[in-house]
């Protein structure tokens, strides 16, 4: 299997930047497109931003387009979420997701139920 550890949260005042790091271990990384999603208290999880197996392509949830940023770096497997501009409404605790996959990324990614590994979370709090 593959193991996801994220890391990198912390409490951060709106306005603010943030940076997310999601390590994997296991199974070969690059042949994985990566997700982010987010979860807040007395909330759904929500789907963030995914990125393809090569870096190639990418695709952001609405609410963070232009202030967030997905990458990887598959010889570190490690995949990173910049968070610029934060928000309160950004709080909640993030996760990233691994989905085997070869192809470019779209919105049929943001469904939660196509990832097959997940961590353990990370809290984001932005304080106004």
């Known amino acids: 299997q593959v193991q996801l550890v994220e890391s990198g949260g912390g409490l951060v005042q709106a306005g603010g930047s943030l940076r997310l790091s999601c390590a994997a271990s296991?199974?070969?990384?690059?042949?994985?497109?990566m997700g982010w999603f987010r979860q807040a208290p007395g909330k759904e999880r929500e789907f963030v931003a995914v990125?393809?197996?090569?870096?190639?392509?990418?695709y952001y949830a609405d609410s963070v387009k232009g202030r967030f940023t997905i990458s990887r770096d598959n010889a570190k497997n490690t995949m990173y979420l910049q968070m610029n501009s934060l928000k309160p409404e950004d709080t909640a605790v993030y996760y990233c997701?691994?989905?085997?996959?070869?192809?470019?990324?779209?919105?049929?990614?943001?469904?939660?139920?196509?990832?097959?590994?997940w961590g353990q979370g990370t809290q984001v709090t932005v304080s106004s």
């Open positions: 990125i393809s197996w090569s870096g190639g392509s990418t």
């Open positions: 296991g199974r070969t990384f690059s042949s994985y497109a």
């Open positions: 997701a691994a989905k085997p996959s070869y192809y470019r990324v779209d919105d049929a990614y943001s469904r939660e139920g196509l990832y097959d590994y």
